[in-house]
């Protein structure tokens, strides 16, 4: 396959390159695009040096089967025709086409099918808390129905890039130091402090990012039967997110039946034993491929109710990983 | 009043001096008690030295109105006969009596008049993360009844105590400097982490800190009806808690309503302004004695539900001031 990855030095760009390679991923060739500035730089895969071209409204996708595109929503919505205008399939990392009814948005887990509909070319990743949990409750819903799901996000800086997660370890530097810290990244100092606002407020009170959450979620699990309300929340975590979830199933479903089920799930590793003071943790889940599942318990306060918590890697799993598992997908399944 | 303070050298021994102070409470005379390591340490208040006396079996609580008691669960079971012998008012920090029938749980914003229904001589001071959670409750209970809640936490490091404290803040250090970093207060490395894990576990999957938080809810807001699961997790921020709610009453209440009513509640502050990037957050809640109240929306995934974010200062609201506060509307309303 001749692959390409647009946002090539990014965190996720360069997540890319590593999971292409863990994953043996077919790749004949590797085209690398980016930014202007980042034009010119060189990396290394298998082996062999691969530098940044810069991104331009030409004929330079022609040829590329697959292009992994992770540079933010103003870019894929200006590029996307130039990317595809040759047959290349596009899978996005950003916001900008997820919603739309012509372009599948995909959890290998949970719709892989709905990678094969692509009229446009081009495939969404979802927002990264989202294919964090849809992969857990999707265990579930084969069980019973999701009606209702409450979330508390407990989000990582590397959601808002590479330059953030610096940013976050500066700021300790600089508070041991004595010197006020940097804020260039986030709205509010990160270090020791949580900032319960990520992407804009909407109109309802709630963020792009709470909304992603519900509309995603239903678009993924093709049901608008499911309702989710989240809080999201940024913590002074590098790379891994974690989330309290509450789950409402049409019938009752039982903390060991979920266990069970979340026990064989694709993509899931249940940490599930409190006498060993085993539960997931982002330190933990930092630089792995799972989604770690564990607190799993009956909602006491719902009789049609679980809850647990979860941990997963944001760069992977939440970005990367996800994104060439979807090519994967269609590969195996052609 | 003769006052006495039962851990003089802890976090909370600590911030009780200062909240005494700040409230003008009328110290006639104040007397520390703590363990024989404390003893003879001296601190300064309102201009004169208090030598800690150690806790001993005897008479040393004769002519003492009221002990704020701070010293862990197992010293507050074995001196609390000691120190009401004479009558002496005992306010427990600990979580020794709380559910205890013949011992009122008391935030005086909810429920102050318990305070006076006195038998033991004791009056149990409610588990932090409860009393902040309750004194936003109470202004959305008296609209419309609370059937359930669903609750994450992110809780600071000081609610294991000043070491506790001090422990995370020379794990960044050691991080930084490339060594592993101590790990004694927490089950792990709590910098750049989260710990689904406060106090122990119980059979039901739950921690004993979850469970408080449905027992101690009921019993403050007088309601069997009121149902609460909740998940604690312990994050990197020093010393105020930060909680994700979810409330479900018998009838709507609309986000204005609660707004409003937040507005006027004793003890709230509402910062809930999203387009001025104005929500409440744990670095601006350090050291403030109100419960800050934000993010307050419709709960999209039910009729009946709200949901809204708080943070408040554990050390105070959640332990020391709400002591005294019990003690200050004692001394108002005899």
């Given at each position: 396959m001749n692959v390409a990855i647009v946002g090539a030095s990014g965190a996720v760009g360069q997540e890319l390159m590593k999971v292409l390679d863990d994953l043996n991923f077919p790749v004949d060739n590797l085209t690398l695009f980016g930014s202007k500035r980042s034009a010119g730089r060189s990396y290394s895969f298998r082996g062999k040096d691969c530098v940044v071209k810069e991104l331009c409204?030409?004929?330079?996708?022609?040829?590329?089967?697959?292009a992994f595109v992770s540079a933010g929503g103003s870019t894929s919505k200006e590029f996307a025709s130039t990317i595809t205008k040759y047959g290349t399939l596009m899978i996005d990392?950003?916001?900008?086409?997820?919603?739309?009814?012509?372009v599948p948005l995909v959890v290998p887990e949970v719709?892989?099918?709905?990678?094969?509909?692509t009229p446009r070319r081009i495939i969404a990743n979802p927002n990264c808390t989202t294919i964090l949990m849809v992969v857990a409750l999707k265990a579930i819903a084969d069980i019973s129905p999701i009606k209702r799901v409450h979330v508390a996000s407990y989000q990582a800086a590397s959601g808002a890039g590479a330059a953030a997660m610096d940013e976050l370890v500066k700021q300790y530097a600089q508070i041991a130091a004595g010197e006020a810290p940097t804020v260039?990244?986030?709205?509010?100092?990160?270090a020791y402090n949580l900032i319960p606002h990520i992407d804009v407020f909407t109109d309802n009170g709630y963020t792009k990012e709470e909304m992603k959450m519900h509309n995603e979620t239903r678009k993924i699990m093709h049901s608008d039967d499911i309702s989710v309300s989240a809080t999201c929340v940024r913590v002074p975590v590098l790379r891994a997110h974690s989330e309290s979830v509450w789950v409402e199933t049409e019938s009752p479903v039982s903390p060991e039946e979920a266990r069970e089920a979340l026990a064989k799930a694709d993509g899931v590793v249940v940490v599930d034993n409190p006498a060993e003071k085993a539960y997931p943790m982002p330190l933990d889940a930092s630089g792995k491929d799972p989604v770690y599942v564990g607190r799993?318990?009956?909602?006491?306060?719902?009789?049609?109710g679980l809850t647990f918590w979860l941990s997963g890697d944001q760069i992977r799993k939440g970005a990367a990983l996800n994104a060439v598992q979807i090519a994967q997908y269609i590969l195996n399944n052609s």
């Open positions: 409204h030409n004929d330079d996708f022609r040829g590329i089967d697959i990392n950003s916001s900008a086409f997820r919603m739309d009814k012509d719709n892989g099918a709905d990678a094969f509909n260039e990244k986030f709205a509010y100092q990160l799993i318990r009956r909602d006491i306060a719902n009789p049609n």
